[in-house]
């Protein structure tokens, strides 16, 4: 049976010739939210990108299987379309292009059916109540003199609109304010169901107040050093993960 | 397509007729055509621009013309408004050219000039009279079928007038052809032109298009280009603020494909006081096209309290694509308010992954950001119906 989860072998990931991930396996299982915590510099984000296919990251070795697919072999766009989705630490500004032509483009590139107009629009005003942006944000240029909050709704509003099947949420809460991360955390909430795995990469406790992981995986020095329920966020918390480091350093 | 054969069934073709006052105008530049030399990479107003490997003999004897349409101008009649082949012009109203041709003290002369001076075959003449506002705008498609064809444009907009005026340009097949244009503008004093200029050269069409706008007191003309297509496509719109207090805009885009080469000169003159400018050109390069923008922004002593700037950005896509941009200002006067600013950048790869991994493919995400490039100033442009031919255009 072909396996609905993201699921990650061995995986060994280089940039610019420095190793950063040596040998990360971890499944995202989906209806489950799973949280992805560690140091500045442990890999992260790193992960984020290769799933998503940057060109930048070098796969030395290892596996992503997703729906039956080899993952490492498509494209960024192929991987879109397969149901994945990254909503990125910092997003680019994209000059001239609006927030609604680009999703309305993004969403027929990803669907096999395009969707009529007067659907399209009705769509994209209830993801935007959901994020609680006016209708004019969707006439701006992508990302273009948005504040941080205004870039990360961004993010969670093209996640609402193209319905991926697994998310990954690179350091959704860097840069955002209370009130624009309970916004984000809410709409995320929202979109939650059992057809879309999620996978919520953060630095700190703060945003797992408001999206709840079923799981929790920490990574130190491109490895997964610790896996185990929501109470390990709390441990983490109160602890740091300096201990971490040490016996990641005593293992290496 | 479309568009252009629905657009063509509104058309009528404009019917060339011979005019003997035409024929002697021509006969006093064929001297400067044969002795004037061919100009030189290294002349400011060719630099970037490989002239001397193209073969103007080759287009011997330059005697083609224009297949010309233009649109339904019967209820302009009544307004006193002409529209007419511009030989039938030199047969009729000698008087209104003279009279406004006298008005046009540029000193751009060279072999091109000289050589549409001394072949034009046909073109437009428009005429608007004093006060005279036309609400509709009118149009006029050029089509190249010839080996060469050799068109001058006359457009005279009278004191208080105001029309907007659409022309396009385009060439039938892929063979070589050459085109050269020569188009006056007079905007007498208070009018109001709006001038909108589309070409969409075959890849192996030479063009040579030289556009001068005149302007009297308070008046202003606003122009917007599009450029694409050509082996050697040149578009030249030069600027002469005679009048004080006269103003002018010019949008300009242009899209470089394949092996083509898009020479654009903006060049504004102000020659008097409380003259106000305002350039923007932005331009794409695809594969290993190349292009050069040159513009000159001249202030004479009695240009006092001018304002005038200038903008040019381009967008590499093809890594064997070479941009390059000369602005430049001559200031005479000391009240003056001008600036250019110029950019020449690639393509950035992190934009091209954060629109793929929404699902683009790199062709998709490509023209997102080319469209994306040129829409500020494609904004700008007043009519819808035109923003669309355009945007149809660059991602074509």
């Known amino acids: 049976m072909i396996s609905e989860d993201l699921v990650i072998k061995d995986l060994h990931v280089s940039v610019e010739g420095q190793k950063i991930l040596n040998g990360i396996d971890l499944t995202i299982r989906k209806g489950e939210v799973s949280a992805l915590m560690g140091p500045n510099g442990s890999g992260k984000s790193t992960l984020a990108y290769t799933l998503m296919g940057h060109p930048k990251y070098t796969v030395n070795s290892g596996e992503v299987w997703f729906k039956g697919k080899n993952v490492l072999e498509l494209g960024p766009d192929e991987r879109a379309k397969l149901g994945l989705f990254l909503s990125f630490q910092y997003p680019q500004e994209i000059p001239g292009v609006s927030v609604s032509n680009f999703l309305r483009t993004a969403l027929n590139a990803v669907k096999s059916q395009p969707m009529p107009i007067p659907e399209f629009v009705k769509l994209l005003k209830e993801k935007m109540r959901l994020l609680k942006v006016d209708d004019k944000f969707a006439r701006r240029y992508l990302n273009e003199g948005f504040s941080g909050g205004e870039k990360k709704k961004a993010e969670i509003l093209q996640m609402a609109v193209l319905q991926p099947e697994m998310a990954i949420l690179d350091e959704t809460d860097s840069g955002l304010d209370i009130d624009s991360l309970r916004i984000v955390a809410e709409g995320v909430n929202n979109l939650l169901n059992p057809g879309m795995g999620v996978l919520v990469i953060t630095h700190y406790q703060r945003l797992l107040n408001y999206i709840k992981p079923d799981k929790v995986h920490v990574m130190i020095k491109g490895r997964i050093v610790r896996s185990g329920g929501k109470e390990l966020a709390h441990e983490l918390e109160s602890m740091g993960y300096e201990k971490m480091v040490k016996e990641a350093d005593v293992r290496a | ?396």
Not at chain 2, 63 to 88: F, H, Q, W
Not at chain 2, 108 to 122: G, P, R, V
Not at chain 2, 225 to 252: C, H, M, P, V, Y
């Open chain 2, 1 to 396: 397509m479309m568009q252009q054969t629905t657009q063509k069934a509104k058309m009528t073709p404009l019917t060339k007729v011979k005019s003997g006052s035409a024929e002697k105008e021509k006969a006093k530049h064929l001297k400067s055509l044969n002795e004037l030399p061919m100009p030189e990479e290294r002349q400011e107003a060719w630099r970037y621009t490989n002239i001397s490997k193209f073969r103007l003999n080759e287009f011997y004897p330059f005697d083609g013309s224009a297949e010309i349409s233009v649109s339904d101008s019967t209820g302009l009649k009544e307004k006193g408004v002409i529209l007419c082949d511009i030989n039938t012009a030199f047969n009729e109203h000698t008087d209104i050219i003279n009279r406004n041709t006298v008005k046009n003290n540029s000193r751009a002369y060279d072999k091109f000039t000289a050589l549409n001076a001394s072949h034009w075959s046909n073109g437009i003449f428009l005429y608007v009279p004093k006060n005279v506002s036309v609400e509709i705008p009118v149009n006029a498609s050029f089509l190249i079928s010839t080996k060469s064809a050799v068109v001058r444009n006359i457009i005279i907009a009278e004191t208080g007038s105001k029309i907007d005026f659409i022309e396009d340009y385009s060439s039938d097949s892929g063979e070589e052809c050459l085109h050269s244009c020569a188009t006056e503008v007079y905007a007498g004093a208070d009018s109001k032109i709006n001038y909108y200029h589309i070409n969409n050269w075959g890849n192996n069409a030479g063009n040579f298009t030289h556009i001068t706008g005149v302007l009297d007191r308070n008046a202003a003309i606003n122009w917007v280009s599009a450029s694409f297509g050509g082996k050697l496509n040149r578009l030249r719109i030069d600027t002469l603020f005679n009048g004080e207090g006269s103003q002018s805009e010019n949008l300009g885009v242009f899209v470089g494909r394949s092996r083509e080469h898009i020479d654009i000169t903006t060049n504004v003159y102000h020659n008097t006081a409380h003259t106000t400018n305002n350039i923007m050109v932005d331009g794409i390069l695809k594969d290993s096209s190349s292009s050069v923008y040159r513009g000159l922004i001249r202030i004479e002593k009695a240009g006092q309290q001018t304002n005038s700037y200038l903008s040019n950005h381009i967008l590499k896509i093809g890594e064997k694509s070479l941009g390059n941009s000369i602005p430049a200002l001559e200031i005479e006067a000391n009240d003056v308010k001008a600036s250019h600013g110029a950019t020449v950048g690639q393509v950035s790869e992190e934009h091209l992954f954060y629109l793929m991994s929404r699902g683009l493919t790199r062709d998709e995400a490509e023209n997102m950001i080319v469209q994306g490039f040129l829409e500020p100033i494609i904004s700008k442009i007043p009519s819808e119906e035109l923003r669309e031919k355009i945007r149809g255009l660059i991602t074509r």
